[in-house]
């Protein structure tokens, strides 16, 4: 175990962070569940983006890793629902199955050297066969429409690992999760295994010629990649208690986490968290402004809420073309 | 025709062309020889423009080509042999040639500009709708004039046309610049093979490190001791 | 399971050739441009979808067929040609990476303003050409006339990337783009023309797929991912390969959705897109990898 070395400001930061729960309820006593909800969401969608990230960063583009929430999830609520499993057991099955899926799509794609566009296009049709399947298992998984993972009793249960009605519980489940993936970015970042794919995804041939086994290198991290998005998805799922193919699963899911990670700040530990926030915040705000609008809504009726995506979008050409290290890479820069 | 007048010229921050002057009459042969890295090819993209010029003079029979956009300096007369004959290994012989004349005053003609060149080199028409990257190394050659030379060109710029290539074909390609000579283009042409090539050209220039170490009768330099010693292995 | 070697298993067969046709002219136009600019546009169907509208909405402001659909192809090239101006350009020198995720918020963008600007309603054009009916099988008029259409499109394309100067101008910028300037050909121009075309490609399968499908918003989701299958089946940017997958795939969504449910004759032929893909790379059919 690499030692943990947090300087004072980090650690001031991660106390904040910890201590937000009691500083929503003192300042938004009345809509806490609101504002928890959203924390929520941001730190684990920012658990997800982190473990995109750590394939991101290294050149290896997946377009796809929406596969690997969409498993998470599935898994976990399937085994649940219809086998009575708790997700104690379900989560790790679903993440090892995940994860199973990972290497079986790495192993081939690395050994073949398939890089670049032929990848991104290669997860994309991952991401696509995995939607295809859970849609087209809609006697189990409730088709597009989605599914809900059984309550048990009133909503909160150590077995059935659901905390939803406790909001304040839910925050600290999702901020663990949080500093675990922030954890693993670090332990990555100052390994070997670091060096090694920085080095292949400049010269993949040069890497090899100096004892690099870039296979084994690229395995590892898909593996671990793949294994945290799962896990995030299936924490999602027994959160929202709602999973949906198109939400946690699917082209737009997974398009949702190169944005956020690009926008973030892709090779910085906390640029995906930026992300979370960013997009989060983006969406949330979007959404509070349409509804308090009645210019808005008049103009455009219930196809509103496609304003935040229009905005994402332009947004994305945007910050690639003008940002692309993203608000925390760039500003990261500046201070160089 | 051709003029440069203490020209820089370089790739990013790496310069590699310091002051050099020089000039090419109508008519004329002139030779630019030099070792390896010299910046022998530089001098040639940064006169078609396909790495910028900085500072100096750049002209062609009078006209700035600096502030000619690349694609343009064709018009100017001047076509360019490049290094390694870089044919479109995926078109025919024949659609090289089409690429040669795609300027619109070379396309009115095209007919005719196709059977001149298919008469200088009769291999070519024979071969004509062969794919390009099939060809031998001197067909290569062959082929790559040919194209230059679909533009109707005034200037033609050779960027060593034998590197590259069997000794015996060597002899051929430099038969062939020769040939193109005789037929009235004006000829530069840069090489590392000092010998042969100072057989072909009226003048030349010695280029060293980016600048020009000296300049003359090829028949002069050919027959100075420093040239032979360092670049003829004598 | 539904399957047996029947005459609605033939028909299937036959429908699945018929849809080819289609796909194979959808892959065309994003193989040309990568082809040639080597960049993959992921909002390509959505670019279909806006020409889909354009046509739509042509039609049913009284234009006849044949004028909403030039309509739609003028539409689609102007706005390819824009996408390779504003968006594309821009990162040309960049990563890969920062390519996809630019069209992939173009994606985003044009998926939401297609639905403020139209709704989520699903739109028709309400043209019924009728069926063909032979032996006991029966083949819908508007699946044929596409396939048809859908062939000459390619042909015409050929013919243009083979006799013409401009065409073989594209052909050559794909094989060496840095001599270019040496031929008097100005690279910038060529890939606008040729975003243009592929454009004008997709605005003429807009055309098509109105006559057989349904609009709305999120259309370019269905085949979107497909269309990127055909084409890394066939070879990125191989155009002949891209037909030929084309072909193969759609016969393993046509008999997997007349044995099994719509959604598992797509499944499979991902399925086996991706264990082509790992045995050869570089496309069934692929050179460049």
């Known amino acids: 175990m690499i030692p943990l070395r947090l300087s004072p400001a980090a650690l001031a930061g991660f106390v904040a962070v910890a201590l937000l729960p009691w500083l929503v309820r003192y300042a938004f006593a009345a809509s806490e569940k609101y504002y928890l909800h959203l924390l929520v969401q941001i730190l684990l969608w920012a658990f997800i983006y982190t473990g995109w990230s750590l394939m991101g960063r290294f050149g290896l583009t997946s377009l796809g890793h929406g596969a690997f929430t969409g498993i998470g999830a599935y898994v976990t609520v399937l085994l649940w629902n219809y086998g009575g499993i708790s997700p104690w057991l379900g989560i790790p099955i679903a993440v090892l199955a995940a994860t199973v899926v990972g290497v079986l799509v790495g192993y081939p794609c690395f050994r073949l050297r398939i890089t670049g566009h032929y990848f991104a296009l290669l997860t994309l049709a991952l991401t696509e066969f995995v939607r295809l399947c859970i849609v087209g298992l809609r006697d189990y998984t409730g088709g597009s429409l989605g599914t809900q993972p059984t309550r048990h009793g009133d909503g909160i249960s150590l077995t059935a690992m659901q905390f939803e009605p406790d909001r304040v519980l839910s925050f600290y489940i999702a901020f663990a999760l949080w500093l675990f993936g922030l954890y693993v970015w670090r332990l990555v970042d100052r390994s070997m295994d670091r060096y090694a794919l920085e080095a292949a995804s400049q010269d993949e041939d040069a890497a090899a010629s100096v004892g690099i086994d870039v296979t084994r290198e690229k395995l590892k991290i898909i593996a671990l990649s793949s294994a945290m998005c799962a896990l995030g998805g299936a924490v999602f799922g027994q959160y929202q208690m709602y999973i949906g193919p198109d939400t946690i699963a699917g082209l737009g899911t997974s398009l949702n986490m190169v944005f956020a990670v690009v926008a973030g700040g892709i090779g910085v530990m906390l640029g995906p968290t930026v992300g979370a926030v960013f997009t989060q915040v983006l969406s949330e705000g979007l959404r509070v402004i349409i509804q308090n609008s009645a210019t808005i809504k008049g103009l455009l009726g219930s196809a509103a809420l496609a304003l935040d995506s229009a905005i994402y979008g332009l947004l994305l050409i945007l910050f690639i073309i003008y940002m692309p290290k993203g608000i925390l890479g760039t500003l990261l820069d500046k201070r160089r | 025709m051709l003029e440069l007048k203490d020209l820089d010229a370089g790739y990013g921050a790496f310069q590699a062309l310091f002051g050099v002057s020089m000039r090419v009459a109508a008519g004329e042969a002139v030779a630019v020889i030099g070792a390896n890295g010299a910046g022998k090819t530089t001098l040639l993209r940064a006169i078609s423009g396909l790495i910028p010029a900085r500072g100096g003079v750049l002209t062609m029979e009078g006209r700035d080509l600096r502030a000619t956009p690349a694609h343009r300096i064709i018009e100017t007369g001047i076509a360019h042999v490049p290094e390694s004959r870089r044919l479109f290994p995926g078109l025919s012989i024949e659609d090289n040639m089409r690429m040669g004349a795609y300027l619109p005053a070379a396309r009115a003609k095209f007919a005719e500009r196709l059977d001149y060149v298919y008469a200088l080199f009769p291999r070519l028409r024979e071969r004509r709708l062969q794919l390009a990257g099939t060809l031998s190394g001197g067909e290569q050659q062959m082929c790559a004039i040919a194209r230059a030379l679909m533009s109707g060109p005034k200037l033609v710029l050779f960027d060593e046309p034998s590197m590259g290539l069997a000794p015996v074909v060597v002899a051929q390609v430099f038969d062939l610049v020769r040939r193109i000579r005789s037929e009235g283009y004006t000829v530069l042409i840069v090489e590392q093979n000092v010998a042969q090539v100072l057989k072909v050209v009226d003048r030349a220039y010695l280029l060293e490190v980016g600048k020009i170490k000296a300049s003359g009768a090829a028949a002069e330099l050919a027959a100075s001791d420093e040239i032979r010693k360092a670049y003829m292995g004598l | ?289």
Request: hydrophobic share 60%.
């Open chain 3, 1 to 289: 399971m539904d399957c047996h070697l029947d005459v609605f298993f033939l028909e299937a067969l036959l429908n699945g050739v018929l849809l080819a046709g289609l796909l194979a002219l959808l892959a065309l136009g994003l193989n040309l441009v990568f082809g040639v600019i080597d960049v993959v546009w992921i909002c390509y169907a959505e670019l279909v979808m806006v020409g889909m509208y354009g046509i739509h909405h042509a039609y049913k402001g009284g234009a006849p067929f044949l004028v909403a659909m030039a309509i739609g192809i003028v539409l689609v090239a102007a706005a390819a040609a824009l996408l390779h101006l504003l968006v594309i350009r821009p990162v040309l020198e960049t990563p890969p990476i920062n390519q996809l995720l630019v069209t992939g918020g173009v994606l985003f963008f044009l998926q939401a303003a297609a639905t403020m600007a139209f709704g989520v309603e699903f739109r028709n054009l309400g043209i019924s050409l009728g069926s063909y009916n032979v032996l006991d099988m029966s083949f819908s008029r508007s699946r044929i006339l596409s396939f048809g259409v859908a062939l000459l499109g390619m042909l015409a394309l050929w013919l243009f990337l083979k006799r013409t100067y401009l065409g073989t101008a594209i052909r050559a910028i794909a094989q060496d783009r840095q001599i270019m300037p040496l031929m008097g050909v100005d690279s910038k121009k060529i890939y606008l023309v040729t975003s243009a075309i592929g454009g004008g490609l997709a605005g003429l399968a807009a055309g098509l797929m109105v006559l057989n499908y349904d609009i709305y918003p999120q259309i370019g989701l269905q085949f979107g991912p497909l269309i990127f299958m055909i084409c890394v089946l066939g070879g990125l940017g191989n155009m002949i390969g891209g037909f030929l997958a084309a072909f193969v795939i759609s016969q393993f969504i046509a008999v997997g959705s007349s044995c099994f449910h719509t959604e598992w004759g797509y499944a499979v032929a991902f399925l086996f897109f991706m264990i082509a893909i790992f045995f050869r790379p570089q496309g069934l059919f692929g050179g460049k990898s």
